[in-house]
């Protein structure tokens, strides 16, 4: 499976952005994970097709949503009210298969895109 990220760029604080990940075939589970200079990967949100659920990190829950267009294999991830600490490539990641609660926020998952960069600006 392939996994194109776009839609990252420059924002303002308080500002909004929406990235997509194309992915080239269904899979059960499509996920976003970002990582800052100098950090580890860090588990932005989950959207799980058997279980029909979205999960999201603490540090955007609230201000992020994940959505999909099971048509076009497609995940999205509106960033709303952005802060400079969300600066960081994000990194679109997809798993054939259904993964436990205890693995859907680690990155542990099969496939990985190239990563997309979001920089915002105080």
């Known amino acids: 499976v392939q996994l194109q990220a776009s839609g990252g760029g420059l924002v303002q604080d308080g500002g909004s952005l929406r990235l997509s990940c194309a992915a080239s075939?269904?899979?059960?589970?499509m996920g976003w994970f970002r990582q800052a200079p100098g950090k580890e990967r860090e588990f932005v949100g989950a959207?799980?097709?058997?279980?029909?659920?979205?999960y999201y990190g603490s540090s955007v829950k609230g201000r992020f949503t994940i959505s999909a267009d099971n048509a076009k294999n497609t995940l999205y991830l509106q960033m709303s009210i952005v802060r400079p600490e969300d600066t960081a490539v994000y990194y679109c990641?997809?798993?054939?298969?259904?993964?436990?609660?205890?693995?859907?926020?680690?990155?542990?998952?099969?496939?990985w895109g190239q990563g997309t960069q979001v920089t915002v600006s105080s």
């Open positions: 990641a997809a798993n054939g298969n259904r993964l436990p609660l205890s693995v859907i926020m680690t990155p542990r998952y099969n496939y």
């Open positions: 075939a269904r899979t059960d589970v």
């Open positions: 959207l799980s097709r058997p279980d029909h659920k979205t």
